[in-house]
């Protein structure tokens, strides 16, 4: 109960006295609750009674009232429409419901937001709500604005959404008191918009536009007594979009700052937020030039006591507008520009001027505040102080110079602040404008107006009165837009209207703006060179006192005019609205709307009006070295904005122009021109409104203050809507709420109508007599104001009076059961009793004896009767069965005998006809065998065919190869002749120079002899001729040593032409090496065309193994093992040969080599004067030591050649053992073909046994076979002689090449040996000659293994020409065979093969493809692959499988570069794919499927022990052998994350919009929850609802996403976190929506959830995902519906929601609590008693404050491990892949 004195008090009448046939009077007389005013006498404490017991019988108000209507109590509305969103939905409009409903949804329900009609009313709650989330901006995004609760993002959603569809400028206008929240308001519209526009530029255009609000209010906003954070301007922001709907820019529009705030401040107020903050940061580094100090210091900021705002930090105010100046783009430089001139304005207010005299003022030049401001300003301290205290007059004929007063003096000074502070205030705004500029075309807008509303003070001024004309203008454009939309409405339902009556402000406008009105007035005024206030307020008088009734003159002042704004005394009709054609009356219940008196001081107005500074201070300032003052005082400035530019709509009033070229404008001038251009802007944009109303004075949170409320609802225009409104028809619904709402008032035949507005229509007929008081359209139905109120009585009358007679026959039936059972046992007992006393008084001791014998005779007597009565029984029946038994037996015995011989009879029939039906399937099963093996071997015989062509092909290009090689050793052998040729010709030579010598020696031999005869002559005279013989010998040793010389020349000349040679052998050995080179290269070639012959060889082996017959091979192999074994011993015999040989060798070289120089052989031919004489001389010792380094020479020479040797051997007995080492691997071979040779023979056998009609066939077949194998193993013969003898050939190429390099080397040391053998020419030789020998050795070696390796080209070249004749023989046989098979398909016709006639194929696992056709196999199996139509028939994850095989075949190769390029080329195709298909949630949920696979194949056969225990033992043979994937396995989780994400994405999409209508608007459960009434802005709806979302929609959307993850055989694990995912955004959304409608928070509306989520859990439970944790997403959305349902009274209650609700947070409870809203009578409201008691539980949690919950949050994914249960080698390609390149190993 409100106390107020603007308040009603809520009470029940049950007797007045008048008779009241209207509406109103019924239900007066109904005993209805109504409103009393607050001068109605009355007893409060029986009102409080009243109110407690809603008037009883035993309490009765009596309240005499006349007849007139017109003074009757306005009633109050059901409690059903009591706290609805919309006032206009309020069945009776006047003040005391509209404050009512206000004071419910503000204070109750903690509700800041309300409708009325368009206009959206925002109460400041002074605290802090969790309502303005990113969350709830997406929750509001794309809704109806009647689908949630009011909230200024539902209004900035509908600018936005009616900007998008209709291609129309919108604007939304925010206005209130000052306080009330208007910039907090417009700042939250600008960030929805910047929040659901973003653009897809990378400029940040919207963090620029929500940037630029903390600048304007550190520059323009201010402290005051009425709020903390006031805009001491207006501003209109226009935020542009391009035509994607995307912000492109803004542009802003200030209006009428409030100057003279820089230089007074009342009490408790401040300046301008920027100049504390400059004082708050005075002492950092980058200010300490400005020489500030604090805010205390300045008078212009300390004025109104008080520095500091309460939970305000200005420093770090500071540092956040530093930060927007940078984000919109502002330098360093230029914000310490504007910080400057903010401190020469403080300086400037700390100027002191000392009065001299009563005419004049000083200002000393000492100042040191002065010299501040000159000096940040650039300016003359002398100059400024002269013209500070002075001023200029200049006439026609002269210039004076006055001096001031120190008043005058101040005034100048703070005239001179105010006019830079002005000038920097609009300097910022057009840097900002020019920071938010965009380049291109603008395609719509959305202005933003935050406007300052209707201002009453104490004292009010020129700035009240300005604010007061703009609202005045903008009441007058609501007014029009309201009878705008109305006519809009009623036209669209073709409702006939007629012209209303409505209060029009345009006397109000005129009195102030019209020609001769109070601005004209005034700028005439400030013309005047001594105009003065007190002229300018006569003026008034005269012109408006007593002749215009909205201008009064106070009784009590002469300084001062009151205005009556929205004044009611003026009564205008509008030209086109919907109205009654009854008196101009207001409707019942209505009230008027009071007058708005504002009195004016007019003391300041003509100086405000001219802010003027005088022309001195501002050449000064023009003046400035300061670049920045310097500008704001150029005479001709840029305009600061070309915001009105494209404006085209004219006002309908023409802008008033001064018409002297000398007149200055005026602030009033210039606002007046502003405010028509902004009304221009308005009238050609679509307007929303938004009224922000300021609950109490003394910012308590949540503290409702009657009085201060209506009289800003009165100044807003809000009850002006509500009265225009109930003017009219103000409660609107539609057919469908009507027909849902009210049914229960309907009949049987009104019911049986199939048409529902042909009900509603008959229903109102028959309950409303008066057709005046209701209108039907074409979607709705329109009632006058009462009319719903009445419904909804006669609808709880109907269901009190129905729930009266449910409750009568459930209490009469409970009373009859409980009669009935107790009829019953008072009847038992009864029996009982009265049994009970019969027997005691019939029973005596007699009576008991002869009760005793008379029961003892009837015994026997009654025994001897039975007796005598069974016993004829018994005779009679005996006979009957004895007659009966025998002549049963005799018929059954002839039925028998007649069954016995019609068994016989039939057991040979049916034996013969078993036989030949047996007969007939076994022929037909025997055709069908043969048809199916037939077509088996025909498809063999066709791939054997392919496969010999691609032998055959292979053999002539090995042979082609081949022949190139004959021709290279042609070529070598050749070159080889030659070189030999060169070597004999030299040997020749060496032949001759050799027998030369030993002529010469023979010779000298002789000559020896001779002197030995000679010696023996002449002993006799040696002592005579003793000089004469040394003479001689003399001679003798000249002649030799000049023979030695000739023979040394010699020497030298056969070196240097053995040296050319032998650079011409090394030439020769170069080409050779090659030459060499080239045949390795061919040899490696041959070898790779050996290796694919190998693979061949091997899919010929398999192919010949499936198709063999007869296993006729044994003994060819036994004949090769033997071959190979005597090529083995063959081999150790030639090893050992060749040790014996070089042991022989190695001895017959060293004794030559002692043999050649016998020693004493040479002392014995000389005498010893001959020994003395050449020791004396030195010769002989020279040529002996020479002799002995020659021998150590030879020595190493021949030990280097036996370590080449012993390598040789080393190298042979390594070969013996690799042909021991292949000799096993053949005989396994063997082995394992005799085991398949074993098991061919058996299955031939069983196969002959069955298939005896086609011996001719299988004899075929059998031939082919082993002529196959035959080819096969000559094949594998000639391959492997091929690959080993080229071996040996490049080995023994190596070998000769080692040999050559030796030789050389001993060379080289021979010819050392020669220079220092001077003496020893025949040894000399001899070695040469040795030399020489070695080497032709050496080369008759090479030329034998030459002319082997030729011999052995030729022999392989003419094999491979048989083996190609015998390939072309088969060929024939093939083509023979396979007419053969074709005639005997046509015989056999179509059948199906049960058996199958041969095993399956042994698979690697593995799909051999080339390097070219990665490219391809990527287009098919990723790119173009889809997967609808295919999905069904394949295994799940196939081409994943298919890529892991390619995968294993990189593998096995070992080839890095071949496995990258695949991985790379795979991931690249997978990102390629699910970025083309990104909004495919089948393609996604296909790629993810076989993205998982492919990566679980990785780890399943990476080798890895914790992958591998899963594995078969022939999977584990699949591993990868070669290469580790761990990095490619981690890009591959990457990627299937982002997958998984997009997927999740793509749901949600989906799904989403069908969560709320689904799970929250549908009825699951049918006529539970019935509609209520719904305000203006409820969106309308055609009369056949059938396309809305149900629950079954929700489900069935589950159950596709469910059925398509399962056929794209998406892993059960992932299907259940995707489950989850979707069942969190479900509960999520659902909870999120309840939140923000307050109209679904109700007990049947928490029935309907509950339902939907059995639903839900149903599904689950049918889909086996029980384990999925999906349910417990649910528990926040299950909690609510069980907190919408239970009771919520008691302490025991409180208690209860306290601990059951544990998955809410205490601020959602408390949400659900203050929203919980009664759907009709027989529900209750949540008392605020009970919320408070809930919250004092909760407050002991410590859980999150916000009030959404996260709809983007996403669960942690994780992906299982799940080894692949399909074997690779089983795996089958499909056709419809298209890759036939791929081919199976």
């Not at 709420?737 to 229960?744: A, D, H, K, P, V």
């Not at 030949?916 to 498809?939: A, D, M």
């Not at 030439?1067 to 090659?1074: A, T, V």
């Amino acid at each position: 109960m409100e106390r107020g004195p603007s308040c009603r008090s809520q009470v029940c009448a049950t007797a007045l006295h008048f008779q009241a046939p209207s509406i109103t009077g019924r239900l007066l007389k109904s005993d209805s609750p109504f409103w009393l005013p607050e001068s109605q006498p009355r007893d409060w404490a029986k009102m409080k009674n009243l109110e407690r017991s809603r008037l009883s019988p035993r309490h009765t108000l009596e309240l005499d009232y006349s007849v007139n209507p017109e003074s009757l109590p306005p009633l109050r509305n059901p409690d059903i429409l009591v706290g609805e969103n919309d006032l206009t939905a309020l069945s009776y409009l006047h003040e005391p419901a509209v404050l009512h409903n206000l004071r419910i949804r503000f204070a109750e329900s903690k509700l800041i937001y309300t409708y009325s009609g368009i206009i959206l009313v925002a109460m400041n709650p002074y605290k802090q709500l969790p309502i303005y989330g990113d969350a709830i901006i997406h929750a509001y995004s794309g809704q109806n604005m009647g689908d949630m609760d009011p909230h200024i993002f539902a209004v900035a959603e509908e600018a936005y959404k009616q900007m998008a569809r209709n291609n129309r400028n919108q604007s939304i206008i925010v206005s209130g008191e000052s306080g009330a929240g208007k910039t907090v308001s417009a700042r939250y519209a600008m960030r929805y918009f910047a929040t659901v526009s973003k653009s897809g530029s990378n400029a940040h255009v919207e963090d620029k536009v929500l940037a630029s609000n903390p600048i304007t209010e550190a520059v323009g906003n201010a402290k005051t007594t009425r709020n903390d954070n006031s805009s001491r301007f207006g501003k209109y922001t226009e935020i542009s979009f391009d035509e994607q709907n995307q912000i492109i820019g803004a542009n802003m529009r200030t209006y009428l700052l409030e100057k003279s705030r820089v230089v007074f401040q009342s009490e408790n107020e401040r300046n301008y937020h920027i100049f504390y903050q400059l004082c708050a940061s005075a002492q950092q580094s980058e200010f300490k030039h400005l020489k500030l100090g604090s805010a205390e210091e300045f008078n212009y900021t300390r004025m109104g006591g008080n520095t500091v705002i309460e939970g305000v930090n200005d420093r770090a105010e500071m540092v956040e507008t530093q930060k927007t100046f940078t984000l919109l783009g502002f330098k360093e430089d230029f914000q310490m520009d504007i910080f400057k001139i903010l401190a020469a304005i403080l300086h400037l207010g700390n100027v002191q001027i000392t009065a001299v005299g009563n005419e004049r003022s000083s200002v000393s030049e000492d100042d040191s505040h002065l010299k501040v401001f000159c000096e940040l300003l650039g300016l003359e301290s002398g100059s400024v102080a002269q013209w500070l205290c002075n001023r200029k007059i200049v006439t026609s004929s002269e210039t004076v110079v006055k001096p001031m007063t120190r008043p005058q003096a101040v005034n100048a000074r703070d005239a001179l602040a105010k006019k830079i502070y002005a000038h920097l205030f609009d300097f910022i705004v057009e840097r900002i404008n020019q920071a938010l500029q965009f380049s291109g075309k603008q395609h719509t807008f959305i202005g933003v107006l935050d406007i300052y509303g209707f201002e009453t003070f104490d004292v009010n001024s020129f700035e009240q009165f300005c604010i007061n004309y703009a609202n005045e203008k903008l009441q007058q454009q609501f007014n029009m837009h309201v009878f705008k939309l109305e006519q809009e409405e009623y036209m669209k339902e073709d409702i006939p209207w007629t012209l209303i009556d409505f209060y029009d402000n345009q006397p109000v406008i005129d009195l102030i703006e019209a020609k001769m009105g109070i601005l004209e007035l005034l700028d005439e005024e400030c013309l005047l060179p001594h105009g003065t206030d007190e002229n300018w307020l006569q003026k008034l008088y005269n012109n408006f006192v007593n002749k215009n009734p909205l201008f009064e003159k106070p009784r009590m002042s002469n300084t001062s005019f009151v205005i009556q704004h929205f004044a009611d005394k003026v009564l205008r009709r509008s030209p086109a609205m919907p109205s009654t054609p009854e008196p101009t009356q207001p409707p019942e219940g209505v009230g008027r709307l009071g007058m708005f008196l504002v009195e004016y001081k007019c003391e300041g107005f003509l100086e405000k009006n001219r802010d003027t500074v005088y022309d001195m201070l501002v050449e000064i300032l023009r003046a400035s070295k300061f670049h920045l003052c310097a500008n704001f005082f150029q005479e001709n400035p840029a305009p600061l904005s070309p915001f009105g530019s494209m404006i085209t709509v004219k006002s309908a009033k023409q802008v008033i122009k001064p018409n002297s070229k000398h007149f200055r404008t005026t602030v009033g001038s210039k606002f007046r021109s502003s405010l028509y251009l902004l009304m221009e802007t308005l009238n050609a944009t679509t307007p929303h409104y938004v009224r922000c109303i300021k609950p109490n004075d003394e910012k308590l949170p949540f503290e409702f203050d009657s009085k201060r409320i209506v009289q800003q609802l009165r100044a807003c225009g809000v009850l002006e809507t509500i009265r225009i409104s109930a003017q009219s028809y103000p409660s609107r619904w539609t057919y469908i709420e009507f027909y849902s709402r009210y049914g229960i008032l309907m009949t049987k035949q009104e019911l049986s109508f199939s048409d529902k507005k042909e009900v509603c229509k008959a229903v109102l007929h028959r309950l409303i007599q008066d057709s005046n008081q209701y209108q039907f359209g074409k979607t709705k139905i329109f009632f006058r104001a009462g009319q719903v109120a009445y419904l909804e009585k006669l609808r709880l009358d109907k269901l009190r009076q129905s729930c009266v007679v449910i409750q009568k026959h459930i209490r009469g039936w409970l009373q009859r059961k409980k009669f009935l059972r107790e009829r019953r046992a008072a009847l038992i007992i009864q029996r009982y009793f009265r049994g009970q006393q019969t027997v005691r008084k019939a029973i005596t001791a007699v009576a008991l004896k002869e009760a005793w014998a008379a029961i003892i005779i009837q015994k026997h007597c009654r025994g001897y009767l039975v007796r005598n009565l069974y016993q004829l029984i018994c005779v009679a029946t005996i006979t009957i069965q004895a007659y009966t038994r025998g002549f049963l037996a005799r018929r059954r015995y002839r039925k028998m005998l007649e069954e016995h011989k019609a068994v016989i009879l039939q057991k040979y029939a049916r034996a013969w006809l078993a036989r030949r039906r047996f007969q007939s399937i076994r022929r037909f099963v025997l055709n069908i065998q043969l048809t199916y093996r037939v077509q088996r071997l025909q498809k063999k015989l066709e791939d054997q065919n392919k496969e010999n062509h691609g032998l055959v092909e292979k053999l002539t290009s090995l042979a082609a190869l081949r022949a190139g090689d004959v021709e290279k050793i042609q070529k070598l052998e050749a070159e080889l002749e030659r070189a030999a040729a060169h070597r004999r010709s030299y040997e020749e030579k060496g032949k001759r120079y050799r027998d030369a010598v030993e002529e010469k020696l023979a010779k000298l031999q002789k000559h020896n002899s001779e002197l030995e005869t000679q010696k023996d002559q002449i002993q006799l005279k040696l002592q005579e001729k003793t000089e004469e013989l040394k003479e001689k010998m003399d001679n003798l040793t000249k002649q030799l040593f000049d023979d030695v010389q000739k023979e040394e020349r010699q020497r030298m000349l056969l070196e240097k032409s053995f040296e050319l040679k032998t650079q011409d052998y090394e030439k020769q050995i170069q080409s050779l090496k090659e030459v060499i080179k080239a045949l390795k290269d061919d040899k490696t070639q041959l070898q790779q065309l050996v290796e694919e012959e190998h693979v061949t060889s091997d899919g010929l082996k398999a192919e010949v193994a499936r198709l063999s017959k007869q296993a006729k091979t044994i003994s060819e192999f036994e004949k090769e093992i033997q071959l190979l074994q005597a090529q083995k011993i063959d081999v150790e015999k030639h090893v050992q040969s060749q040790k014996r040989e070089m042991r022989e060798k190695m001895s017959e070289i060293t004794k030559q080599l002692l043999e050649s120089y016998d020693i004493e052989d040479v002392r014995s031919r000389l005498s010893m004067e001959d020994l003395e004489h050449l020791n004396e001389d030195g010769e002989l010792w020279f040529a002996y030591e020479g002799l002995k380094k020659a021998t150590r020479v030879l020595e190493s020479h021949f030990q280097s050649q036996k370590e080449c040797y012993e390598k040789e051997i080393e190298a042979l007995n390594f070969k013996v053992v690799h042909l021991s080492q292949e000799i096993n691997h053949l005989q396994k071979l063997f082995r394992e073909e005799n085991d398949i040779n074993e098991s061919i023979r058996l299955e031939v056998t069983r196969l002959t046994s069955e298939n005896m009609m086609i011996p001719d066939f299988k004899q075929q077949i059998s031939e082919l076979e082993k002529q196959k194998q035959d080819l096969e193993i000559r094949l594998n013969e000639q391959t492997e002689k091929m690959k080993g003898k080229l071996e040996e050939l490049s080995n023994q190429l190596n070998r000769s090449q080692e040999e050559e390099g030796t030789q050389r080397k001993a060379m080289e040391a021979q010819n050392e040996i020669h220079t220092k053998e001077k003496e020893k020419l025949i040894d000399k030789i001899q070695e040469m000659q040795e030399a020489s020998d070695h080497l032709k050795k050496q080369f008759e070696t090479e030329s034998e293994v030459k002319s082997n390796f030729w011999q052995e080209a030729s022999r392989l070249t003419l094999e491979n020409r048989d083996l190609e004749e015998e390939l072309d023989m088969k060929d024939r046989v093939i083509k023979k065979l396979q007419d053969q098979v074709k005639t005997l398909s046509k015989t056999a016709g179509k059948a199906n093969d049960v058996h199958s006639s041969s095993g399956p194929k042994e698979y690697l696992g593995m799909l051999q493809y080339k390097r070219e056709d990665e490219a391809k196999l990527i287009q098919n199996l990723i790119l173009d692959l889809k997967p609808r139509g295919v999905v069904v028939n394949m295994i799940p994850g196939l081409p994943a499988h298919i890529l892991f095989m390619c995968v294993r075949y990189a593998d096995s190769l070992n080839d890095a570069n071949m496995l990258k390029s695949l991985m790379n080329s795979t991931i690249n195709g997978i990102k390629q794919v699910v970025k083309e298909h990104l909004e495919d949630f089948e393609m996604l949920s296909f790629w993810l499927s076989n993205t998982c696979h492919f990566l679980n194949c990785l780890k399943q056969y990476s080798g890895e022990e914790e992958f591998m225990k899963h594995n078969s033992p022939h999977q584990n043979k699949n591993c990868l052998n070669n290469f580790d994937l761990s990095e490619y396995r981690q890009i591959l989780s990457d990627v299937a994350i982002r997958i998984y994400h997009q997927f999740i994405i793509i749901m949600e999409k989906n799904i989403q919009p069908i969560i709320v209508p689904g799970m929250l608007e549908y009825e699951s459960l049918q006529g539970i929850s019935g509609l209520k009434p719904t305000g203006f802005r409820k969106r309308s709806s055609s009369v056949d609802d059938t396309d809305a979302y149900t629950m079954t929609s929700v489900l069935q959307q589950l159950s596709y996403f469910y059925t398509t993850m399962c056929q794209n055989g998406l892993d059960p694990e992932l299907v259940r976190q995707a489950v989850k995912q979707l069942f969190f955004l479900i509960g999520a959304v659902t909870l999120n929506s309840l939140f923000l409608r307050k109209d679904m928070c109700s007990c049947r509306k928490g029935m309907q959830i509950r339902c939907n989520i059995s639903y839900l859990e149903e599904w689950l439970k049918d889909k086996n995902l029980q384990n999925s944790l999906a349910k417990e997403t649910l528990e926040p959305l299950s909690q609510a519906a069980w907190l919408l349902q239970v009771k919520k009274t008691t302490d025991s209650d409180a208690k209860e929601i306290y601990e059951r609700c544990t998955s809410l947070s205490a601020v959602q409870i408390i949400k659900i609590l203050n929203s919980y809203t009664p759907i009709d009578d027989f529900e209750k409201r949540v008392t605020p008693s009970f919320v408070r008691k809930v919250q004092a539980l909760l407050n002991s949690r410590e859980d999150s404050s916000q009030l959404m919950l996260d709809t983007k949050y996403l669960f942690q994914v994780t992906f299982p491990f799940t080894p692949s249960p399909h074997a690779l080698e089983m795996i089958q390609i499909p056709s419809s892949f298209k890759l036939g390149f791929l081919n199976r190993l």
